[in-house]
């Protein structure tokens, strides 16, 4: 049974979505009530961060949500969310390792000033400098969904799924997508299928 560690209320929950589009068994351990400490404790026995989320499957123990994501994709997918081709596999881990290093650094900032440091440590020049460099990789995005309504094209892919649970974000942040039609658009169709309404406790 692949069990998967850590809040709904964090990056587990971009584990979460992939496990139920993969439509397999799995336990979520939210590991709810817990001081952040004892978390880390619990997590702690799984991986060596000790932060969430952890999987276990089998013998496997893994750490970091875009690991996890890509790995189950590849082990359990049915060739849609993992595609067949090695050039198309390629594009999946372009756009993650995008999702990392271009969108989540500067959406964490934002994050951080807007609901972590609200008092003395606030740095509003820090979170409006983020939002404003945060265009040019939403400006890629626009640019690749031109003529296509997912990444990879019309196919949902793992690369749709790992850019839009980074981009999860931005409804917390109340930042419009308004200057970007077509990765708003995206970005609702992603956050409209089932499997993401499951993973976030709708029935």
Known sequence: MIRLHGPQQSRAARCLWMLEELAIPYEHVPLDGQSRE??????G???????????????LKLFESTAINLYLAAKYDDRELWPATQAQRAHVLQWAFFAMTELEPLIVVMFMQKFVHTGDDHNEAAAQAAAQALAEPLDVLEKQLAKRSHLLGEQF?????????VLDMLVMLQFSLEGWPKVDKWVSACRDRPAYQRSRGAP
């Open 45 to 59: 026995k799984i991986t060596l961060t000790g932060k969430a989320p952890a999987l276990e499957d089998g013998s």
């Open 157 to 165: 892919t793992a690369a749709d799924l790992i850019c839009v649970s």
């Open 38 to 43: 004892e978390r880390r404790k619990s997590i």
